[in-house]
């Protein structure tokens, strides 16, 4: 049984009978009145609320929210900032786009939320370039809330807390979304993630204490303040508690955004949220945005939570719950050439694993593509892919983690289907061997130095 709405509870399935709610319909639907609770609430409860709620980050780490905001000073030096990511750029998610679509004031009641949690006294939105549209509706909506005494220097209706709230458009990078490329960008400066240590909540934007949350987490934040943390967890499992958006795509029958609760199985969110598979079985998922990988054709049982993901579907997590559904039709290392290929054009170029890694990786899987493969190949792919990431501890960032999850259980899960196009003939008769700085290239046919 599907859950009863909560981050959609103002937007019907039905595309013909969708609205945007402005802020009077928000206010008949019982918007802002957790936002008052708040008013009257002393900060540290509100952090302490959202931690005993378990809620955790919707953008693709799963961190805790509670446990995030109370990493932010308590002893107030200067400026606070809140930057909230909407940069939704990850291959195959499209749901923080449906809550600013329709319902741009839960969002902006979130924000005002942790704004007064953490003393934060300016809120940047940021938008992903691309979302014209959802910029639109969220000026607007700042517009209204600024003229309703949310935002501005009178405090937050009238209370002690000065809260602004500004958009910011990106200029299309998906390196952007990353949480300090973020913040390089809003600085005005190229958005190439930084060094950790300093963390954000010390030095974020303008080096100043800054906390970054999603959408999705921050809509979150005025339900679990009305109903409180005990309700927050009757959904989900006891790691992954609350609601979450699905957004499924690919083969099936019914694409879109579909909210239940975590730790739905795979299964049933392809054949009774989604409306089961198109054009033939089930035979991969892209779990959570290309970065998560995939999981395979015998994987249909794994809960989707940020834990089963991991541990049973051997995947990097649940990641934004951005579903790429694939029937088995689907020519896997078409599809991730696919993915490599997205990565090596959106790598910044700081770190060389992540720059020259994804590069060459793309190359060889042209070369499998075009029916050039060689047995070699598939264990360069896998050499390359463990040598990349803020695990191995060799970038950054988490992209190159991204391009690493997706090769790696890409090429394991199907391995027969990549090793198909991978002969062992090529390799054994071509080896190059460089003398002095010349190649020598034996061949079938001798050898030829140049
Ligand atoms: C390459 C890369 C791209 C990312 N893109 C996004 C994004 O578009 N939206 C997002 O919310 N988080 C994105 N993240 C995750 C953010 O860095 C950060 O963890 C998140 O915004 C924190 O919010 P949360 O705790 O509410 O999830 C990305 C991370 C990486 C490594
Ligand atoms: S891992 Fe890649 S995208 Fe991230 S900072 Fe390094 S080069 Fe840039």
């Known amino acids: 049984m599907p859950i009863e709405p909560v981050l959609t509870k103002r937007i019907p399935l039905d595309p013909a009978q969708r609205k945007t709610y402005w802020y009077d319909d928000y206010i008949a639907t019982g918007g802002y009145a957790s936002l008052r609770k708040a008013i009257d609430t002393p900060p540290d409860e509100l952090i302490k609320i ?6 955790r980050g919707r953008g693709g780490a799963g961190f805790s929210t509670g446990q995030k905001w109370s990493f ?11 930057a909230v990511n909407a940069d939704e750029s990850e291959p195959g998610t ?35 370039g691309e979302y014209h ?15 309703k005494g949310v935002f501005g220097q009178n405090g937050v209706y009238g209370s002690k807390y000065k809260v602004e709230c500004h958009l910011h458009r990106g200029a299309g990078a998906y390196i952007c979304g990353e949480e300090t490329g973020l913040l390089e960008a809003l600085e005005g400066k190229r958005g190439w993630p930084r060094n950790k240590p300093p963390f954000p909540a010390i030095a974020g934007a303008f080096a100043r204490p800054t906390v970054i949350n999603n959408v999705e987490t921050l809509c979150c934040v005025p339900h679990i303040l009305e109903r409180g943390p005990a309700w927050f967890k009757t959904m989900g499992t006891p790691s992954s508690p609350g609601p979450k958006l699905f957004g499924m795509s690919g083969h099936v029958n019914k694409p879109g955004v579909y909210e239940d609760s975590l730790g739905i199985t795979l299964d049933y969110a392809i054949n009774t949220l989604a409306g089961g598979m198109k054009g033939g079985k089930f035979k991969a998922c ?47 290392v078409l599809a991730l050439r696919n993915c490599v290929r ?83 003939e090529p390799t054994k008769s071509v080896s190059l061997k460089v003398t002095r700085g010349r190649m020598n290239v034996v061949t079938p046919m001798g050898s030829n130095t140049r």
Not at 72 to 82: D, F, M, S, V
Not at 98 to 126: K, M, N, R, S, W
Not at 133 to 138: P, S
């Open 50 to 55: 959202v931690t005993d709620s378990g809620l």
């Open 94 to 128: 499209f749901k923080d786009r449906y809550l600013l679509d329709y319902d741009p004031h839960q969002l902006l009641e979130g924000i005002a939320i942790a704004c007064i949690a953490t003393q934060v006294d300016v809120a940047y939105i940021f938008i992903r």
């Open 72 to 82: 932010i000073p308590k002893e107030k030096k200067g400026a606070h900032y809140l």
């Open 286 to 332: 892209i779990c959570g945005g290309i970065s998560m990988g995939v999981l395979g054709t015998n994987q249909l049982d794994v809960k989707l939570d940020f834990d089963d993901v991991r541990f049973k579907g051997g995947c990097l997590g649940l990641g934004t719950a951005g579903m790429i559904v694939m029937n088995e039709h689907t020519d896997m």
């Open 342 to 424: 997205f990565y090596s054009h959106e790598s910044c170029g700081q770190c060389t694993p992540c720059r020259e890694g994804s590069a060459w990786m793309r190359k060889i899987l042209d070369r499998i593509v075009d029916g050039r493969g060689r047995a070699k190949d598939l264990e360069m792919l896998l050499e390359l892919e463990k040598t990349m990431g803020i695990m191995p501890g060799t970038t950054i960032c988490g992209l190159a983690d991204g391009t690493a999850w997706s090769t790696r259980t890409f090429i394991n899960k199907f391995y027969d289907e990549f090793a198909a196009r991978c002969p062992d």
């Open 133 to 147: 549209r959802q910029a639109k509706v969220l000026e607007r909506a700042i517009h209204e809330a600024y003229e």
